[in-house]
């Protein structure tokens, strides 16, 4: 370090001042609900090489800190004073836009004619064209059907806009008057960073605030580092599923192999699936990347929050990321819901850091954030209003010594709820219902959070509700050292009526004026044998309606009397069934998943995907379903039959298991 360390921490507070009051400016003077009230919008300042070196604590969304600028300025060379760059294109940026709605601004600070940092934002934009309102369905296979392609360009030419883009901006997108005031708003922000940054240089000269930056990189490195050291030395395996890819029924794996050593942590994402004709593909670039480090930046900060938040937090992990996998894919393949698949690695990476020493993580969270989005007609202008509703998530996971937290979870980024009052001043629909959902936290020495219920009633015809990141109706969230799992989401229109169904997973669906759709999401996973419990929680969990009185005595062996507990018929029913049980699991995944590995354990997955990856990419997805298609002919009925049933004899399907990897053996043998 070049400075001193106490000049070191005033700048790094001075540097989170910058960020912050560019979030603030941001967030007040935008005007999509996504952005003032839900919070999907970032800011920061990036040293010269487009690396992050200070970021807000609170405000926005807290996991791009691991983002990377460089790649879209290599697009942008002939950078001048005045100059801001637009993208959202996530080839283009490796990944820096995730996906398309994402819109990211970045402007250089020039000092004596050269760039000493940049000013970085980010906003979720309302609706970026496509082939659905919001731009982003679970079905889309290629990235030309996810909206509006912007590579690097420059939206402000030397302080003039450049009208040429907004003209094809507005020709591609369903709202651009309100997304071109959050674009203005972006602006304003990165004005409000570039004076900020302009004065610290006057203020402690141009040399300090370079030097600034990198002491500030590595002071948080050796921090980070510091905890990671908790984190034994070895190597650790685990692996997680999203249900499906919505256009078929195959569960998509993730696979994680951690290895730690002093302090450096390496993730391999070796044997996970192929990248698929669907949404739910991460563009990596291959190379470390926010969504694959993302619980790492939880787990350090969660143990040092004195950390400096810039790149050198991460600068002691590497990254595996095979290329034409999920978690790397080929263009064009499509990535509007990348954030599914990034939840689901990152609880691979909590297994992983679970297996190297219990206790050191919770339980997964229950696993799923839903942009709930409404599209109602507007009889004023004709158009349709594209507007989110709620930004819905599950309940966290309980860990040791603690419940989860019911209704909330921050484990991908730490959204806001947005105000009913501001989603029925823009929509005629009617939400009727948002709760904490009862007995969907897994049960445990310590319960898992909550999931929530909410119920929108549709007003108007032509209407449409869109969900975005459904997941956990397959898998349920894990529980672990003997807890149990969360319940399932589900979607069910009219519940409670003569007209109730099951929804399913939706990418758009067409309520009738006066239905009610509700979303009932996940619980997290508990922690912990659930007899352990004390008898006297699982009394106030009765009686504050998390957990019903049928679970109390059936799962935890509590038994309730007017509302007290009975401490002898308790002590009794809980010695019985301990007798009774099964041995605890380390981890429990639900029967679902174990009849699902029951036929596809994880030497087929990898053998399997191993030699996927020997094909070209314009045929691994066709193979792909060949494979599971041989295995469980019935495969198409699951949602409508049990998985068991699906599966059938488990014997037989393992024989057919094996068939297809030799028939797989040979199409490659022939395309060779």
Known sequence: MKLDPILVEIFFHKFTAVTEEMAITLQRTARTTYVKEAGDFGTAIANPDGRFFAYPAALGVSGFLDSHCGPALEKVPDLVPGDVIITNHPYATDGLASHMPDLHLISPLFHDDRIVAYGWDFIHSADIGGGVPSSISPRFSELYQEGFQIPP?????????????LTLYRANCRTP????????????ALRVGERRMREIITQHGVETFLDAQSDLATYAAIKARTVQRQIPDGTTEFWDFLDDDYNSRIPVRVRCRLTAQDGHIHLDFTGTDPQVEAAYN?????????????????????HDKTIPLN??????????????????????????IRSATAIRLNEALVGCIAMAKPGLMPAPSGGIMIPSVLVEHDAVTGGRRVMVL????????????????????????????????????????????????????????WRGGTGVVFT????????????????????RPWGMAGGQPGARARVVLNPGTAQERDLGKLDIFHPQPGDEVAIYTPGGGGYGDPLLRDPEAVREDVAFGYVGTTAAMETYGVVLADGTVDLAATEALRATRQTERAPLKRFDFGPEREAWEAVFD??????????????????????????????????AELGREPLPAIIGDVGAARARAAEALDRLRDDIATFA
């Open 390 to 445: 709620q930004s819905l998530v599950g309940g966290t996971g309980a860990r040791l010594g603690a419940d989860g937290v019911d209704g909330r979870d921050s484990s991908l980024a730490n959204q806001r709820n947005t105000p009913i009052e501001k989603t029925e001043e823009e929509a005629e629909a009617m939400i009727v219902d948002y709760r904490l959902r009862p007995d969907s936290g897994g049960a445990g020495q």
């Open 153 to 165: 360009m420059k939206l402000v030419k030397a302080g003039e806009m450049n009208q040429d883009f």
């Open 456 to 475: 929108v009633r549709i007003a108007r015809y032509g209407s449409a509700v869109l969900g975005r990141g459904m997941e956990r109706f397959l898998f």
């Open 311 to 336: 790149h050198g937090l991460f600068e002691n992990i590497t990254v595996t990321a095979p290329c034409g996998t999920v978690v790397n894919p080929e263009p064009p393949a499509a990535v509007g």
């Open 177 to 188: 008057d309100v997304n071109l005031g959050d674009i203005e708003a972006m602006l304003a």
């Open 282 to 302: 991460i563009p990596t670039g291959g190379k470390r990347h926010p969504w694959l480090t993302l619980k790492l930046m939880h787990f350090i900060f969660s």
């Open 602 to 635: 994880d030497a087929f997955m990898n053998v399997c995907n191993a030699l996927l990856m020997q094909l070209s990419p314009d045929l691994r997805a066709g193979r792909r379903r060949q494979v599971f298609d041989h295995v469980l002919p019935r495969l």
